[in-house]
Each structure stands twice: as C-alpha cells, then as structure tokens.
C-alpha cells in the first residue's frame, strides 16, 4: 500500500479512538474548575441531584428501606422531628447551623457522619455548602422538573447576527454565551448536505444532488423539503421505533423459531412517510382494537404491544408467562410515554421517584386484561388461533393494507392485541413483583398521581390510558419524544438520560428549549416533519463539528453544542451507507426480512438444532441488497454484523444506543465481504464509464465523502491506484482472488487487474473515519 494512503487510512481508522482517549483525558484526568455557588439554590437543580445520588436509597420514597423514619425527598418528611431525636429536625428552614442534616454531613466522626464510611458514598465539599445555603435561603422544595407540565417561555434575547430567525438558536445561544462559548461557523456545504441526507433518509446524498446543491441549484429549505419527501424517510425514522417496539422475526426462547410481525414493520414505516400525527401514530399501537369499529390497519398497528419475547414451550406455567408480557407491555408504555423507570417499582416501591408498588400495578392493570396464554404456539396451531392475531391476505395488500409488500400468496399471521371480552381480569399488587404471589385487594387501573391523575372521565383501558398521555398538561409525553427526535439529530438528549427522566437522571442541558419544543408540537397537531424541519432548519445544526480548543477546554462533551457532535452511523445505516454509495442497494420499501451474508454455523451453534428453521439459510439474489432494516433479527442470536456497530439485540424496548469504538468495528470495515463487494462492483461501473482511473477516482470519492476531493487528496489516491496496478499486473490470480468476492454478477469485459487496483482505492475511502461519521 502506498505509504501516504497508508498514513491516509490509519488516521481515518484511528481518529475515532484519539477522539475518545482525548475527551476521556479533558474529564478524568484534565483540568477542572472549582465551580461557585450560585446565588440562588435551586432544588430542582441544585440540591435533588445531590440528595438522589447520596441519600434517597435510605431516606427516600421507598417505606420498606427507609432508615430512622426520616424521608429527604418531600418537605413534609424533611422538615418534621425527628422519631429517634423528637427535639431535633433534618432540616429548619433558613436555621443550616440546628438542623441535623447539615451537622450529619459535615461530621468526621465515623459514628455519625453521612453518607455512613461502609456506603462508599461521599458528598464533596463544594455540595456541602450548596445545600447549607439551600437551608439558609429556606429550604425550599419544588415538585420535580419533570412533573410539571411544561410552559412556552418567551425567546432569549441575543445579539448573535443569523441566530435570532429560529426559535431554537436564541435558546442553544444564550446557554453558549453563559458558558465563555460562541457558535461554530457554519458546515462547508458538502458536509451539510451529507449530514442533512443521512439524518433524514439514512442514505447518502446522490453524486448529482452534491453537485446541484454545491453549483446553488437548490437552497437549504428545497433540501429539506426533498429529503422529508422522499420514501427512505420512514425506513429511516422506523429505525429508531423498532428499536422502541423491540421489532424481531423471532420469539425469543427455547428453539426461537421465526415469527411473521413484520407487517407492523411495514405500518411503521407507511405511518412516518405519510407524516402520521405523532398522537394518532401511538394511539393507534396502544389501543387500536379499542377504537369505534376498528380498520384492519388499526389493529395491525397493535402488533406493537406484543413484538416482546413469547415462549414457545408447551409445558411452561401459563400464568407465569402471561404475566411476563404484562409487564414488558407496561415497562414499554412507561419509557416510550413517561420516560422514567417504572419497572423499578415492579418488586418495591421506587427508592428514588415517588412512584409505589401500587402505582406500578395499577398501570399494569391496563394491560392484564388480554386472553393470550404464557405459550401462543407456531402459525397455524390450535393455541395460536384463540390468541390475538390477525392474518395478513394478498387480497389486503391491494386496498386496506396496500402499504404492506406482500411478496406472495401465502397468508401471513401477526400477533396482536385484544382485550377480554366477557370478563376483566382481576389485578393486584404482586408480593415482590413475583406471578403468584397476588396480595391485598384487587385494583382499580390507574395512573401515578406524582405524574398526572387519571381523568375519572376516561374509560379505564387502554384507549383511556393514551387519552392520558396526549392530554394537553401531561408533563411527560410530549418532552419524552421531542427529546428522542433531538438524540436521534445531535447524538445526546436536551435530556441525556433519555430513559430516565425520573430523579436519578439527568438534568436538561437546554430546560427551557425543551419546554418550548414540547408545547410547540402539541400546538402543531404533533406533527413529526414539522418538528424536525425545524430543528434541521436551525443555525445550530448547521454548524461546523470542528472542534476549536477553546470549545475542547470549556465544553469537551460539547453540552452546550457551540459546534457540531461527530457522530458514527448507526449499524443499520452503515450498511446502507456502503449499499447505496456503491449502487448495489435495493431501495425496495417493506416485506418480509432477509438473511444478508453472515459466518456460518452462528445459529447452528447457538439453538439445538431442531428443525430447519434453526438452519441459516443465506439469500440470494436482491435480497441480500436490501436495507439494514430489514436484516432478520434472531433474538437468541442478533446478526453479528449489526452488533459490531451496536446495533439494538431487541429483546426489550431501548430508547438509547450505545456507540462504541472498538478495534473489531475496523476489522469488520476492511474485511466484511459486503464492504469488499460493494468496493468490487462500484470498481468495476466506474471503470466501465470512465476511461482513465482520475474520474473514476474522483466520482467514488463523491459518491463516498459528498465531497470533490482536494487536489492532494486526488493526487494520493492516485498514486496508491498506480502502486496496486503494478501488483496485480506483476500477480494475475491475485488479483483475480481479490475481486471474486460476493454473488453480484462480474462485468465480463473488465480487466481484473483494473478492478482490483480501484477496488483497493474504494476499500480505503469506506475506511476513513469521515465516511461513516457524520460531520
């Protein structure tokens, strides 16, 4: 390899890894200011936090381990005598120096000092005396941020010339200027457009959009606009709703055999493309059977409450299993909803939101009323046909359900929901969430009152349950998917702990544009393309991701987004990326999953080799073209490939991805024989239209980047083409080994030699960490 493009390649593999070393070394290891105290002390931001992570484990919401009977998280319990000292309070308002609480944490006597030596929790100096200024200044306690339905605030005022025309830039701006930071100027073009793309379709902009787009010929808006429009917009926001949906084409235990859901994938997809309200969208997979005479489109969408595992062993405890899907039916409600962890309460109360046992249940309640059994049985048998499903026919694809890529006659069965007809089924509190341990009297179905109370007025199932969450001051729904779309664009939530909005997450970096942004979308009907035409539209996103080190020393995690995140693609979307980039990628929309290239042996080895459907069976032909969303997902055994990139294993409902930088994820770029034969065929079309290598290098390197190379750049490459011409010419079979890879058909009149030289050139341009990071 020539030593330049060498040079070239490793500092595009290893960037990321730097990246990371780098901003570990600026938290752990750089310098670190000694923040003041502010004048005012806020609870909510201030002091919560401090007590969550220290003191509510013993002194918080859950009775059952709360120590002394002293209880920190309300103002009642704070501010009474104490049981073991009556004279005595933990705390007295604008009185730091009587209460206990102060004198507990500032001792050094082992006996009393708190948080206790064998806790191995230790409140610094600095929280010490923000929460003795918190009690001089009163003590005042506020209902958790998150509780409280929020308000629009009027815009900040700014100064910043070109931010002040979207609502969220004076909001990004202010929290800037606040912290000795100022914005980036904006992204070169071609990196915008590039970012713009792969944001909205998952999908690299086409040689000609990069062109037109970079000679004026469409402004950013008409951009937009065509991205949003175009049909890889709902396999690209569908992406992020089967991680949520915990979408699989399997059931999960024992022989995990293949399951046919993927229909509901299908409506998916259909509902983001036609812009579905985002009220209507999840009222629809939550309590679609509910509605006034349902559609067969309505009850598909209720696939979404029974996508979770589902047993196939006859012989299991029916009752032990049944409840099982209860309750990932209402773990799944609760974080895509409420986003906090109610499934912490499912054994206990919770030991840090004020969210009881009983509150769990009674949630729960809404969804313990269907008549699925613990085992539902394969398609076709004597069990499945009692429990909920409905059967997908060709004759469906041609008027209701024409959005479903019925690829043949055979019917298909889709497990949905349905509730008891004739009878509700009792709910009670579980004796440490356990099946058969039901205790106290039955309940009544209902919703946390520290959140919302359920309207008396609304029926008590599950329509009356999404009825609750859209209801104009719901404090949750809305925030909770503002914030997913905003994670899905910057990398991080306005909230970072997307999972957890509840005391033990993380404060909003922007609480107020999190508040406007929530209101803002209920106000415009929920409308998802308008929510994130917005934020694309936006001066911050189109910042550069350069990173300044001013912006590194201020804001290494870059909390207050004064540049663009460089964020790697999502598993899925780099397949996509290096499909569609080459011209291999099959842009057909929905149908049933497909088995791409994977080692051999994996299932074989992971099940007990029963039955054929425990045989891999490797596609061929477009299929194995197809988009990363449609790969088959075994739950017992996610694809390989996908998981390298931490892809979602589905199993349960997940709202955030990890992003890793591993030496595997390197290996699986260089040597993946998807990546070598897209490299391969992309080779052999540029040679067919090009007559000198310089073109042809210079279209693979837009077709790649979404950018003209620079002349050094150009020049490099070149010269590595010319070194590979020379090896393959001096070894023919090596060259002829290098591009029989993968079942694409070869172009006959192509010299190997050419193609294998240009294909080495590809290889090294899919390797750079620019290609598959989105900048």
Not at 228 to 255: H, T
Not at 354 to 361: E, G
Not at 530 to 559: F, G
Request: aromatic share 10%.
């Amino acid at each position: 390899m020539h030593l330049k493009v060498y040079q070239y390649l490793l500092a595009g593999l290893i960037a990321p890894l730097a990246a990371s070393i780098l901003l570990y070394g600026c938290q752990e290891g750089g310098a670190k200011s000694n923040p003041e105290i502010p004048d005012v002390v806020s609870y909510n931001f201030h002091i919560r936090p401090i007590l969550s992570d220290n003191c509510f484990a013993c002194h918080g919401p859950d009775a059952n381990k709360r120590e002394a009977g002293l209880r920190l998280d309300t103002e009642e319990g704070a501010y009474a005598a104490l049981k073991e000292n009556p004279g005595k309070h933990a705390v007295i308002p604008g009185n730091p120096r009587e209460s206990m609480l102060i004198q507990r944490i500032f001792s050094t006597d082992p006996g009393q000092m708190m948080p206790p030596p064998e806790s191995n929790l230790k409140i610094t100096e600095h929280d010490k005396n923000l929460i003795k200024k918190w009690i001089d200044q009163g003590a005042k306690y506020e209902k958790h941020w998150a509780f409280v339905p929020p308000e629009k605030q009027e815009l900040p005022e700014n100064d910043k010339e070109g931010w002040s025309e979207n609502p969220i830039d004076p909001f990004i701006f202010a929290r800037m200027k606040a912290n000795g930071l100022s914005p980036s100027p904006e992204a070169d073009k071609s990196y915008l457009l590039k970012r713009l793309s792969l944001d909205l379709t998952g999908l690299p902009p086409q040689v000609e959009e990069v062109k037109g787009f970079l000679n004026n010929e469409q402004s950013w808006e008409e951009m937009i606009d065509h991205y949003l429009a175009k049909p890889a917009f709902g396999e690209r926001m569908a992406l992020l709703w089967l991680d949520i949906s915990r979408y699989a084409d399997s059931f999960g235990y024992q022989n995990d055999n293949i399951r046919t859901q993927w229909p509901y994938r299908d409506w998916v997809i259909h509902a983001f493309n036609q812009n579905m309200p985002y009220d209507q969208f999840l009222t629809w997979q939550l309590a679609g059977d509910l509605l006034p005479n349902p559609s067969k489109e309505q009850l598909l969408a209720t696939a979404f409450n029974r996508n979770h595992k589902i047993t196939e062993e006859e012989g299991v405890i029916h009752e032990e299993y049944r409840v099982e899907y209860a309750l990932d039916k209402t773990n799944t409600f609760s974080k895509v909803s409420l986003g906090i962890t109610m499934e912490c309460a499912q054994c206990h109360d919770h030991k840090y939101d004020p969210v009881s046992q009983k509150d769990y249940f009674s949630l729960y309640a809404f969804f313990n009323n269907t008549p699925e059994k613990g085992f539902e049985g394969g398609a076709g048998s004597p069990v499945r046909a009692k429990t909920p499903l409905i059967w997908v026919e060709e004759e469906d694809t041609k008027n209701i359900l024409s959005f479903v890529n019925h690829p043949d006659t055979s019917r298909v069965a889709v497990s949905i929901m349905a509730d008891l007809q004739d009878s509700i089924r009792p709910t009670y509190v579980l004796d440490r969430g356990v099946y058969d341990a039901p205790t106290g009297e039955p309940l009544v179905a209902g919703t946390p009152g520290v959140i919302k109370a359920f309207d008396p007025e609304l029926p008590r199932n599950r329509l009356g349950l999404a009825k609750w969450a859209f209801a104009d001051d719901h404090p949750l729904t809305s925030r909770v998917f503002v914030n997913l779309i905003w994670q899905e664009i910057f990398g991080k939530g306005l909230v970072p702990s997307s999972a957890d909005f509840g005391m033990q997450g993380k404060l909003p970096t922007h609480p107020e544009l999190l508040d406007w942004l929530a209101v803002d979308f209920r106000e415009h009907g929920w409308d998802i393309k308008r929510l994130i035409r917005l934020i694309v539209s936006s001066a911050t996103y189109r910042q550069s991701a350069q990173v300044e080190p001013k912006h590194m020393e201020l804001d290494p995690e870059n909390v207050y987004l004064a540049r663009f995140p460089r964020l790697r693609l999502h598993a899925e979307l780099i397949r996509d990326f290096v499909l569609s980039s080459s011209g291999l990628l099959v842009p057909e929309i929905g149908g049933p999953s497909v088995k791409p290239y994977q080692p051999a042996g994996l299932w074989e080895a992971s099940s007990s080799g029963r039955g054929e459907l425990n045989v891999y069976r490797q596609d061929k032909g477009d299929k194995l073209y197809r988009r990363g969303i449609y790969t088959f997902i075994k739950l017992t055994l996610p694809p390989p490939s996908l998981l390298i990139f931490d892809g979602s294993n589905r199993d349960i409902c997940q709202v955030e991805r990890n992003r890793t930088n591993t030496p595997l994820q390197a290996l699986a770029m260089l040597n993946d024989p998807m990546v070598l034969e897209a490299s391969r065929v992309l080779a052999e079309r540029l040679n067919k239209t090009h007559e000198n290598p310089g073109p042809a290098i210079e279209e693979a390197f837009i077709r790649i980047l979404s950018r003209i190379p620079k002349k050094e750049e150009k020049e490099m490459m070149l010269a590595f083409y010319e070194e590979e011409l020379a090896r393959f010419s001096a070894e023919p079979k090596v060259a002829q080994m290098a591009v029989e890879v993968g079942e694409f058909p070869m172009l006959k009149e192509q010299q190997a030699k050419q193609s294998a030289a240009l294909m080495q050139v590809i290889v090294a341009l899919y390797n750079l960490e620019e290609a598959i990071t989105k900048t």
